[in-house]
């Protein structure tokens, strides 16, 4: 019983060590992770961008990207660019808030809020937007204007989940609807943000902490499309 008990203990640890690493995240421009990176901005014209984090007005008040920049793995551009083209036949489109993010602004933003439910902790999972397989998306009309949601972007609070009770009947429909189109391509609705979605099988990608200026490949999803 003892030596039972004994190996039990030790399994138990082995188990307990393993769930505490993290995967340290990527820091060379060159590895094959973030070749896969492609740009959206030079994936479809149609797509708008508000890129909060390139400036100061946004959640931390301070500029935490160096351009506006959104990039995601290729798999997930491309299904994104699937949502797109459905939306489109529908007078519909995508503003896009946020992809790709480097890990040291994601520890960044961490330090701030501390609330797992909003911000991923680094010392648990290394963060989703990290892997550049998260999008930050809302829904606009023909004329770029933003359909009407539970909340705006990046507000914290229990109004911005998915099972909310108390949101207006428009905005609890148009947010449904973003969330079926991107069911559709693959895309994971997170249950605590109204416009966070990540591609199926994100935990699979490597953590990256890549600055965005420092990818300069000149890539598109049209660009790498198989």
Avoid at 65 to 81: F, I, M, Q, S
Avoid at 177 to 194: K, N
Avoid at 195 to 223: C, I, M, N
Wanted: charged share 25%; glycine share 4%.
């Amino acid at each position: 019983m003892h030596a039972l008990r004994l190996l039990w203990l030790v399994l138990l640890s082995l188990l307990i060590a393993a769930c505490a690493v993290v995967q340290r995240p990527v820091r060379s421009p060159d590895h094959p992770a973030v070749r896969e990176l492609v740009d959206l901005r030079r994936s479809d014209p149609s797509l708008r961008f508000d890129v909060r984090y390139a400036t100061t007005g946004n959640f931390t008040r301070e500029r935490l990207y160096p351009v506006p920049a959104v990039w995601l793995h290729r798999d997930a551009a491309e299904a994104l660019l699937r949502v797109q083209r459905d939306l489109r036949s529908e007078g519909l489109g995508l503003k896009i808030f946020d992809g790709y993010r480097p890990y040291h602004v994601q520890q960044r933003m961490w330090n701030l809020i501390r609330d797992e439910r909003y911000v991923s902790n680094p010392a648990k999972n290394a963060g989703r937007h990290t892997r550049g397989t998260a999008v930050d998306v809302t829904l606009v009309d023909r004329q770029g204007r933003e359909l009407s949601m539970p909340t705006a972007f990046d507000d914290f609070t229990e109004s911005a989940h998915r099972n909310a009770a108390g949101i207006p009947a428009r905005a609890k429909a148009n947010s449904l609807r973003l969330e079926q189109a991107m069911a559709r391509h693959g895309f994971i609705p997170y249950p605590y943000e109204w416009w966070h979605f990540d591609y199926r099988g994100w935990e699979q990608h490597p953590p990256l902490d890549v600055s965005l200026t420092g990818l300069s490949q000149p890539k598109s999803a049209s660009d790498v499309a198989r």
